[in-house]
C-alpha cells in the first residue's frame, strides 16, 4: 500500500534527475559553444593580425626596392636604365630572388620572410618586381601575400603642349597659336573660359627679335637660351614682336565682351619663396627640370620614341616594330588603300586612283599610301602599324593612330569628316552621325608635310612645279654657289646641335679650341641626310666674314642665323663611311629604300599644287609626332600663300617650319586638347613604379 507514494517519490526524483542532466547538458553545450566561439575568435584575430604582417612586409619590400632608391637619387625618379644599376647595386639582378627580411618580431606577430624577384622584359625597357611575404602571430597559420609591381617609362607629358621641340627657330615668325575650342567658340556666354595653350622649348629658341610678329595664346617655356637672329642671348622677350595674351588666375585666356584677347608683352615670371616659379606665367626662362619644382605643369626632358627603341641605337629595329604589330588592334576601311611591298617600287606619277586593299586589319607590311575624299572618307578605328613609310592625304573619319616605321609623308590637306551645326559652323572633331574624329600621326622616321625638297625660292629657276628642280642633298652634285632647300638649312642646325654634344672642345670666333661645357661622354648622335649615301653637312665653321662659331661663355653659337650654300668655309662635312659616324645613326629623309624616288614623291605635292585653289591654305587636323625631324612646309608662291592650319598639335625632336604668310599670319597652330591623352608613349628618361596583381597566396 506504499509502493504508489514511493513509485511517485521515484519518478519524481527520475524527473529531477533527468532535468539536472539536461540542464548540465545545456551547460556543457554553452560552454563547448563558447569555448568554440572563442576559439574561432581567436583564429580569426590571428589570421588577420598575420595579413597585417605580411602586409607590413609587402610594404617593407616596395621601401627597399624603391623608396630607399628615390631617397639615394635625391628623391627624383630618374630613368628607368639608372634604376636598374640602382637594383643591381643592392644585389637584385635580373632573373633573382633576394630575401631582405626574415624573421622580424613585432610584439607576439612575426614578419616571416620578404623577398624581391626581379625579371627584366625581353627588350628591356620594363622590370617586373615581385614582392612576397609571409606574416605570422599566435600558434595558427601564416598569410602570405604576393604584390607585383612594374617599373617603366612614365607618360610623356609632351602631348599638354601645342608645340614642343628641342630647338625652335624661324617657327616664330608669323605664327599665331591658339586653341581649337575659343578660335571655333561662338557663345559669348564662354568667353574667358577657354584653357591657355603651352608652348616648349627644351634646348634653344632663336627668333628674329623685331619681326617675328607672333602670337601665343598661353605660356612659353624653355630651358637653354633664347636667342636673337644672330645668337645674342635675349633675357626678356618684352621688347620683341613674340607677343602674348593676358591670363588669368586660373589659367584661362582673358576675353572681353566681343570675345578679344588682351594682347601682353612676354616676360618672365618670378618665383616664389621657394624659389620655384609662380603658376599661370606668360614666359618661363630656365624651366626646372626636377619634377618636384615643375610648379606649373610638367616639362619633359626629351622625345621617347613611338616605336621603343630598346637597343637605344635611334632606329627602328624589328623586334621593336613587332612589339607594336602585337598591339596594333585597329583598322582602315574607306577610301583609297594602296599598299607597296617591299623590294617594289611606285612609278604611276600620281596618287593612285584605285585602292589594291579592301581595308588594314591591324598591321601592313611595306609601304602605304592613304587617300580620302569627302564621298569616301579614310574609317579609322584605332592603332594600325605600316611596316614602312606612309603617304597620307584627304578627308578622315573616326578615331585612330598610324604608326609608320618609316617616314610619313603628307602630301595634301588632312581634314577630318566634320559636320555643321544649325548655323552653319563647324562641328570640329563631330561628324554628322556623331562619329568622333581624332588623328594622331606618328613616326619611326620623319614627318614631312608638304614639299621639303625643292631648293630656297631664292635661287634662280628654282621651280615647284618641276619635278626633277630638288635638293640633291650632296654639294657634289650643285657646287658650292648654289643654294640648297629650307630642310638643309634646318639639317645643318639640327646635325650642329648633335654634333655640339660629342666635342670636348669647340672652335672660338679666332678658330681657337675651347672647352665646351656641352659635351656628353659616350653621346650617340643622330645625324640627318635628305638621302641615303649623302654627306652629313653641319654648319658650324666662320670664315671670317660669314659663318658661326661656339661662344663658350654663353654655351650657344654665334654669327648667321643660317647658312644657304653647300660652302664649305661654313659647313663640315663628313662623307659616308668615314670614322666620325661610327658611333652615329644617320636618318634620311627619302623614302625608304627607294620605294618611290623623291622626283615621284615631288610629283605628288605638285599634284595637290594643281588640284588647289588660289589662297587656299594648307590644313592639317592631326597631333603630329616623332622622336626625330618634323618638317612643315607651305611656301609663299605657291596657292597656298604660305599659309598653313594646324587643328592638333606639332610635337618632335626636331622641328623646321616655313610657313611664312603673305603679309599676314602664316602657321595657324590651333591646339587640340582631346589629343593630349590619345598617344600613351613611355617616357624612357623617367621611370614610374605601377602596382600591378594583389594575391593572397594563402
Known amino acids: 500500500m506504499h509502493r504508489g507514494p514511493l513509485k511517485q517519490k521515484a519518478n519524481a526524483l527520475l524527473i529531477c534527475i533527468m532535468t539536472v542532466v539536461m540542464v548540465a547538458a545545456m551547460a556543457s553545450t554553452y560552454l563547448m559553444s563558447s569555448l568554440a566561439r572563442t576559439n574561432n575568435t581567436n583564429a580569426k584575430n590571428e589570421n588577420v593580425v598575420s595579413y597585417y604582417a605580411a602586409e607590413a612586409g609587402i610594404e617593407m619590400g616596395i621601401v627597399a626596392a624603391w623608396d630607399d632608391y628615390l631617397t639615394e637619387n635625391a628623391g627624383t625618379a630618374g630613368s628607368p636604365t ?80 601645342a608645340l614642343l621641340s628641342n630647338n625652335i627657330n624661324c617657327i616664330m615668325c608669323h605664327a599665331q597659336i591658339d586653341t581649337v575650342e575659343r578660335i571655333g567658340n561662338t557663345d559669348s556666354n564662354e568667353y574667358g573660359n577657354f584653357d591657355r595653350i603651352k608652348v616648349g622649348s627644351l634646348e634653344s629658341l632663336m627668333i628674329r627679335s623685331t619681326s617675328a610678329e607672333s602670337h601665343i595664346a598661353g605660356s612659353l617655356y624653355t630651358r637653354g637660351s633664347i636667342l636673337d637672329r644672330d645668337g645674342s642671348v635675349l633675357t626678356d622677350l618684352a621688347g620683341t614682336t ?151 592625304k584627304g578627308v578622315v573619319k573616326g578615331t585612330g593612330q598610324i604608326y609608320a616605321r618609316g617616314n610619313l609623308y603628307v602630301v595634301g590637306d588632312v581634314t577630318y569628316a566634320d559636320g ?82 660629342t666635342q670636348m672642345l669647340l672652335p672660338d670666333r679666332s678658330g681657337k679650341l675651347v672647352t665646351n661645357p656641352l659635351y656628353i661622354k659616350d653621346y650617340t648622335p643622330r645625324y640627318y641626310t635628305m638621302g641615303p649615301g649623302d654627306p652629313v653637312y653641319i654648319y658650324n665653321k666662320y670664315n671670317g666674314r660669314r659663318g658661326t662659331y661656339f661662344d663658350a661663355a654663353s654655351q650657344t653659337w654665334k654669327g648667321n642665323e643660317e647658312t644657304l650654300y653647300y660652302d664649305l668655309t661654313q ?45 587656299q591654305a594648307f590644313q592639317i587636323d592631326a597631333l603630329m609626332y616623332t622622336n626625330n ?10 596657292k597656298t600663300n604660305g599659309q598653313m592650319i594646324v587643328n592638333g598639335s606639332i610635337v618632335a625632336a626636331d622641328t623646321g617650319i616655313l610657313v611664312p604668310g603673305n603679309g599676314g599670319v602664316g602657321l595657324q597652330l590651333n591646339y587640340d586638347q582631346r589629343l593630349k591623352q590619345f598617344l600613351k608613349i613611355k617616357d624612357s628618361q623617367v621611370v614610374d613604379l605601377v602596382r600591378k596583381a594583389f594575391v593572397v597566396l594563402r
Open 629 to 638: 625631324a618634323l618638317f612643315n612646309m607651305s611656301r609663299r608662291k605657291s
Open 242 to 392: 613674340l607677343r602674348g595674351y593676358q591670363i588669368d588666375s586660373n589659367g584661362k585666356i582673358v576675353e572681353d565682351g566681343f570675345g578679344t584677347m588682351t594682347e601682353i608683352p612676354l616676360s618672365p615670371t618670378s618665383n616664389d619663396t621657394d624659389g620655384n616659379p609662380l603658376t599661370n606665367g606668360s614666359l618661363y626662362l630656365d624651366y626646372p627640370g626636377d619634377p618636384d619644382k615643375m610648379t606649373d605643369g610638367q616639362l619633359p626632358s626629351a622625345f621617347p620614341p613611338a616605336i621603343p627603341d630598346t637597343n637605344d641605337n635611334k632606329i627602328v629595329d624589328d623586334d621593336e616594330f613587332a612589339s607594336v604589330v602585337t598591339s596594333a588592334k585597329g583598322q582602315i576601311s574607306g577610301g583609297i588603300l594602296y599598299n607597296v611591298p617591299a623590294g617594289s617600287t611606285y612609278t604611276q606619277g600620281a596618287m593612285p586612283t584605285v585602292s589594291n586593299l579592301s581595308k588594314v586589319d591591324g598591321s601592313v607590311t611595306g609601304n602605304l599610301v592613304l587617300i580620302g575624299t569627302e564621298s569616301n572618307p579614310i574609317v579609322l578605328d584605332k592603332n594600325i602599324a605600316v611596316d614602312g613609310d606612309v603617304v597620307i
Open 82 to 161: 639608372e634604376y636598374r644599376a640602382y637594383l643591381d647595386s643592392i644585389g637584385l639582378t635580373d632573373g633573382l630572388t633576394l630575401q631582405i627580411l626574415n624573421d622580424q618580431a613585432y610584439q607576439q606577430a612575426t614578419i616571416d620572410s620578404v623577398t624581391i624577384r626581379r625579371t627584366d622584359s625581353a627588350g628591356g625597357e620594363t622590370t617586373q618586381l615581385g614582392i612576397r611575404a609571409t606574416g605570422s602571430f599566435g600558434r595558427r597559420g601564416a598569410k602570405t601575400l604576393l604584390q607585383t609591381l612594374s617599373i617603366e617609362g612614365g607618360l610623356f607629358k609632351g602631348f599638354d603642349f
Open 571 to 615: 659647313l663640315t662635312e663628313i662623307p659616308m663611311g668615314n670614322t666620325d659616324l661610327d658611333n652615329a645613326t644617320v636618318i634620311n629623309l627619302a623614302p625608304t629604300s627607294g620605294w618611290m624616288s623623291e622626283s615621284e614623291l615631288k610629283r605628288l605635292w605638285i599634284e595637290d599644287e594643281n588640284q588647289r585653289k588660289d589662297g
Open 420 to 501: 555643321t551645326d544649325t548655323n552653319g559652323n563647324r562641328t570640329f572633331g563631330l561628324a554628322d552621325d556623331g562619329t568622333k574624329n581624332t588623328l594622331a600621326l606618328t613616326a619611326g622616321g620623319n614627318i614631312a608635310t608638304g614639299d621639303y625638297l625643292t631648293p630656297s625660292a631664292l635661287r634662280r629657276n628654282a621651280d615647284l612645279m618641276n619635278p626633277k628642280d630638288i635638293d640633291p642633298g650632296d654639294r657634289s652634285v650643285y657646287g658650292t654657289s648654289e643654294q640648297f632647300s629650307f630642310a638643309m638649312t634646318e639639317i645643318t642646325l639640327f646635325n650642329r646641335a648633335e654634333w655640339t654634344k
